[in-house]
């Protein structure tokens, strides 16, 4: 079964399915929010991580780059003690040093939609390999689902999905390829 089968009318999976699954970011907090999401996922369900998303936002300060670059040994402490999120130090790590990333891709493309705009389009094995190269904790998974989800692989929903015109209409990346 696809996640288009099973996603429709779940009290977490259905909104996050109909509204935001495979849809376009444009916002660097928000793709950073999803980047983080991802990565927590990893060897988790995804259902864990919707459940535990307020208490993420809550946590890193709704994913304000600025404020989560910021962040010093105190505040990770305080992260890694915080029961609402999921308490991996790599993981912590990881959010903290990848807003650091993604703040030096402002510097040079602007943002971090220019930055993935830049490179795009590409196979999810070169997208992987860059990922790899750009931040940590990115793996072919966590790489793979956060494309998928934020519009920059094709994928998300499948073609007898109510949801895949309206995240066409929307025109994510992979929908501009010929552009």
């Known amino acids: 079964m696809s996640y288009c089968d099973i996603a429709p009318g779940h009290p ?17 907090d928000r793709l950073f929010e ?20 307020e208490a993420f936002s809550k946590a890193f300060d709704a994913f304000k780059l600025e404020r989560v670059a910021r962040y010093d040994a105190r505040r990770r402490t305080r992260l890694l003690n915080d029961e609402g999120i999921i308490r991996n130090r790599l993981k912590v790590d990881a959010a903290i040093e990848n807003a650091k990333r993604i703040l030096a891709l402002r510097k040079t493309d602007g943002s971090f939609a220019a930055w993935l705009d830049a490179h795009h389009p590409m196979t999810k094995d070169e997208w992987v390999k860059l990922f790899k190269k750009t931040f940590v904790f990115t793996g072919g998974e966590i790489t793979g689902e956060f494309l998928l989800s934020t519009g920059y692989l ?14 066409v209409a929307a025109r994510p990346p992979w929908v501009n390829r010929d552009k």
């Open 12 to 28: 977490f999976h259905g909104p996050y399915h109909d509204t935001e699954y495979g849809f376009p970011i444009r916002e660097d």
């Open 34 to 53: 999803r980047l983080v999401l991802e990565i927590n996922q990893a060897g988790l369900s995804w259902l864990t991580i919707l459940r535990k998303r």
């Open 154 to 167: 094709p994928g998300a929903h499948e073609e007898k999905c109510p949801v895949y015109r309206r995240v």
